[in-house]
């Protein structure tokens, strides 16, 4: 099962401690540079805090502290990529991201035979493009944590 | 023609139209013989008629219609005005409501019907004296004991037999249209449609695509599954105008004979039926609720202000001003004139001021708009309680931004309310205590200095403090300790507390225990203040206090650790200095003897865990006193930067409710900095 909206299957890919991570293109607004970025006291632990996106706030997400990864430093190439899921706009931080690519549905592998379903399944599927594995993001999973 | 880039105007203008409407025909309700407000009436029905008529919306079109010629005939005399025409007037004018409100989120007018309206419309008109007793004329209940044989498919005879397993009621109806229908699939459509809410239909004939094609002559049949009694679908069908008869008639096993012998797998076959039975027949419902969903996330339609062209005027003016200031600077830049780059900036900040002001006041609206609603609500709740009670408006011409307008309607229909449900006596009541028969409600604004104030109060009984007072030591708001301790006041004031409702029984109106701490929370989150002044037997007043405007406010950039964070100006009550060894801790709080009196201290760097703060300070720290109600405490911070105007922007729905944080704002670096929320230390 996949969340697209309607046939699109172009997915934003994104580098993260050497792994590929691909967001659907739907819900994809811009990708900006690493401005200054507000703490928000009291915010989700994984929420690295917010943004002036030309006169929005906008809060942006510590992707590493949701993935359980090592922390890292932020370089020249690490890249903010603004998502609007649900009329919501937010923003997640990136090692970096350069590129849009097409996987089609049949290359998309369903990962419930590769992962227990626990509480972090926040993937929708593998892809896999010419011996690389791109890691599909399910957008609504990394954001609906509100709860926790 | 794209007739989308007119919505925005349809909708300001049809909301003031009716409005109008409402506003007249109470009037006219009071001054029956009043020809020119029928005819006023008259004339703002037809002017929306024909707004709506050209923006394609058929079924305002139609209503409205209908509605004129009711009052074609009372304009002529024909017809005589009567409470009950009054009413089903009113019913109108709550159906065009519903329909604007309905565009105003989907872009269309929905699927609603009016039917109902339409034929008591009728009703007046040919019979206009005998309004009141009118009888359902339209179809009677055929019982049809004879033996009906209906040739069904396979697939419809398993779900028949399913649904009846589990206790459904099967049916086959016969709708036969009234031979002067117009539109008949559109008529169609209606009764499918309301069968849709009681039952599920299984079978059609002819087929829903033919029917929708108008490809059916007078009557069609259809069979359905509902939980619901015969009794009960046949009324809803009797609701709808334009039907000639309604048959129904229970469907059994018996009774239907299908077309193909049931196969001996029949056991495989019923259970693959009953998945299909609850998934692909009614994926057309929910089909059409998910598109109806969709539309209404992408088609809302913008808000709009009507604009008074002066102050778009002056808005313009201070605009070209603007422009030319830059150019001046980008000249003075070559030219390394100090002086000269000294007096623009000077003039620079003087526009930006009045731009400021300019266009705060296109925000501005008259708060008419939220009150207008309040005479049609008062004479309803008046009517439905059996009190006389007459509301007294002032200063509706008091303005408000226009996002308080918006949000201040919910809390002032909720105090209305009380005071009209809990407030006012019943009539006899109030001969009795030698007050006029009429209880009064009034409602009144003004502004005062900074901020807005409405004022509430009725010349009821008064908040009732011993019952308030029992009330809240059995909700267990306060301790019988506390509850001899608080003065009359205090104790008033108790009613703000969640979950309080004093109303002995629970009715219609209000009384449901989700009370006034809703309305106070409501008026809180938009900067306000509630109060509550009551006096036995005299009455009760409630005081709202709304800042100006929501969207600019003053406040004070301080630092915290190297945290920039903004406190609102109104919040604070002073800033002064104190010695760190005056600092006492008192149980773990900690505390400073200031001008006499005890204040508290907070540490703004532990309530927002600002990282590397230095917690120790130095001799001298700065505190900045905040308020809120008779409430004082001191925040102890790191820095004062100073006063600004900030522009309050929202941290968006994930991080809305953050605690302690009330928003945000973007400095001039272009930064953003926090705004504290002082009220939740509290």
Same mark, same amino acid.
């Given at each position: 099962m996949s969340n697209n909206n309607g046939t699109t299957n172009q997915y934003v890919v994104f580098n993260l401690e050497n792994e590929y991570y691909g967001v659907n293109i739907n819900y994809v607004e811009t990708i900006e540079k690493v401005s200054a970025i507000t703490r928000v006291p009291k915010a989700p632990y994984y929420v690295k805090g917010v943004i002036n996106l030309r006169g929005e706030v906008v809060p942006v997400i510590d992707i590493r502290k949701r993935f359980n990864l090592p922390d890292s430093d932020i370089t020249d190439n690490t890249r903010i990529i603004i998502l609007s899921v649900e009329e919501m706009i937010m923003g997640i931080i990136v090692d970096s991201s350069s590129e849009v690519i097409t996987i089609s549905k049949d290359l998309i592998e369903n990962t419930s035979n590769l992962i227990n379903s626990s509480e972090d399944d926040?993937?929708?599927?593998?892809?896999?493009?010419?011996?690389r594995m791109i890691i599909l993001l399910d957008v609504h999973k990394i954001f609906d944590l509100k709860a926790s | 023609m794209d007739m989308n880039q007119y919505l925005d105007i349809f909708m300001e203008e049809s909301k003031e139209h009716l409005q109008g409407m409402n506003a007249i025909?109470?009037?006219?309700?009071?001054?029956?013989? @009043?020809?020119?407000?029928?005819?006023?009436?008259?004339?703002?029905?037809?002017?929306?008629?024909g707004m709506s008529g050209t923006m394609g919306f058929n079924n305002i079109l139609h209503l409205t219609h209908e509605m004129e010629n009711v009052l074609d005939n009372l304009r002529n005399g024909k017809m005589e005005i009567t409470t009950n025409v009054i009413d089903i007037l009113f019913e109108c004018f709550d159906q065009l409501e519903n329909y604007i409100s309905k565009i105003e989120s989907t872009n269309s007018e929905g699927e609603m019907i009016s039917g109902d309206l339409i034929n008591k419309l009728n009703r007046l008109l040919s019979s206009p004296n005998s309004v009141n007793d009118y009888v359902q004329e339209t179809t009677a209940i055929v019982k049809n004991e004879e033996e009906i044989n209906i040739e069904v498919s396979d697939y419809v005879a398993k779900v028949i037999k399913i649904a009846t397993e589990k206790g459904l009621g099967a049916y086959s109806i016969k709708i036969t249209l009234d031979s002067k229908c117009m539109l008949k699939?559109?008529?169609?459509?209606?009764?499918?449609?309301?069968?849709?809410?009681?039952?599920?239909?299984?079978?059609?004939e002819p087929s829903i695509e033919d029917i929708e094609d108008e490809k059916f002559d007078l009557s069609f049949q259809l069979i359905v599954v509902s939980e619901h009694e015969v009794e009960k679908i046949q009324k809803e069908l009797n609701s709808i105008s334009d039907i000639e008869s309604v048959e129904i008639k229970s469907l059994?096993?018996?009774?239907?004979?299908?077309?193909?012998?049931?196969?001996?797998?029949?056991?495989?076959?019923?259970a693959q039926e009953a998945i299909a039975f609850s998934s692909p027949n009614f994926s057309v419902n929910n089909n059409i609720s998910e598109e109806a969903e969709n539309t209404s996330k992408k088609g809302k339609s913008s808000k709009t202000v009507r604009v008074d062209i002066d102050r778009l005027d002056n808005l313009m003016n201070l605009v070209s001003e603007l422009i030319i200031i830059k150019t001046r600077l980008e000249d003075t830049d070559n030219a390394e004139d100090r002086q000269s780059m000294n007096e623009a900036t000077e003039q620079l900040e003087r526009i930006t001021t009045s731009l400021h002001d300019a266009v705060m006041k296109v925000r501005m609206v008259p708060i008419e708009r939220t009150f207008n609603r309040f005479p049609r609500m008062v004479r309803d709740l008046s009517r439905d309680l059996g009190k006389e009670i007459s509301l007294i408006m002032s200063g509706a011409e008091t303005e408000v931004d226009r996002t308080v307008i918006d949000e201040i309607g919910?809390?002032?229909?909720?105090?209305?309310?009380?005071?009209?449900?809990?407030?006012?006596?019943?009539?006899?009541?109030?001969?009795?205590?030698?007050? @006029?028969k009429?209880?009064?409600?009034?409602?009144?604004?003004?502004? @005062?200095?900074?901020?807005?104030?409405?004022?509430?109060?009725?010349d009821g009984k008064g908040i009732d403090i011993e019952k308030v007072k029992a009330k809240a030591l059995d909700k267990n708001v306060i301790t019988l300790q506390q509850s001899q301790m608080l003065d009359d006041n205090q104790i008033v004031q108790l009613i703000f507390a969640p979950g309080f409702s004093t109303a002995d029984k629970i009715s219609d109106i209000s009384g449901r225990g989700v009370g006034l701490d809703v309305v106070k929370t409501k008026i809180e989150s938009l900067g306000g203040t509630v109060e509550v002044d009551s006096v036995k037997n005299k009455g009760s007043k409630f005081i709202i206090r709304l800042p100006l405007t929501l969207a600019i406010i003053q406040a004070l950039l301080i630092y915290v650790g190297k945290e920039k964070y903004a406190i609102p100006l109104n919040n604070i009550k002073e800033i002064t200095t104190i010695d760190s060894d005056s600092i006492r801790k008192i149980q773990g709080n900690e505390v400073v003897l200031f001008r006499n009196t005890t204040l508290p201290i907070l540490r703004l760097s532990n309530l927002l865990d600002v990282p590397d703060a230095e917690n120790e300070n130095s001799a001298e720290c700065s505190v900045v006193i905040v308020k809120k109600g008779e409430k004082t405490a001191g925040i102890?911070?790191?820095?004062l930067i100073g006063?600004?105007?900030i522009v309050i922007k929202s941290l968006g729905k994930f991080l809305n409710n953050t605690s302690g944080i009330a928003g945000a704002t973007i400095l001039g670096n272009g930064s953003v900095a926090l705004i504290v929320d002082t009220n939740s230390f509290f």
């Open positions: 926040y993937i929708n599927g593998i892809g896999k493009i010419e011996n | 025909l109470l009037r006219l309700e009071n001054s029956p013989k @009043d020809s020119g407000l029928l005819n006023e009436i008259f004339r703002i029905a037809h002017t929306l008629k699939s559109a008529r169609a459509y209606i009764i499918i449609n309301s069968l849709e809410r009681l039952a599920e239909i299984i079978h059609s059994d096993e018996k009774n239907i004979s299908s077309n193909h012998s049931i196969a001996a797998n029949e056991e495989v076959a019923v919910d809390p002032l229909i909720h105090l209305i309310r009380n005071s009209i449900d809990h407030g006012i006596e019943e009539t006899l009541e109030r001969v009795r205590l030698n007050k @006029d009429v209880g009064k409600v009034k409602l009144k604004a003004y502004p @005062d200095g900074n901020s807005v104030v409405i004022e509430v109060e009725d102890l911070v790191d820095g006063q600004q105007e």
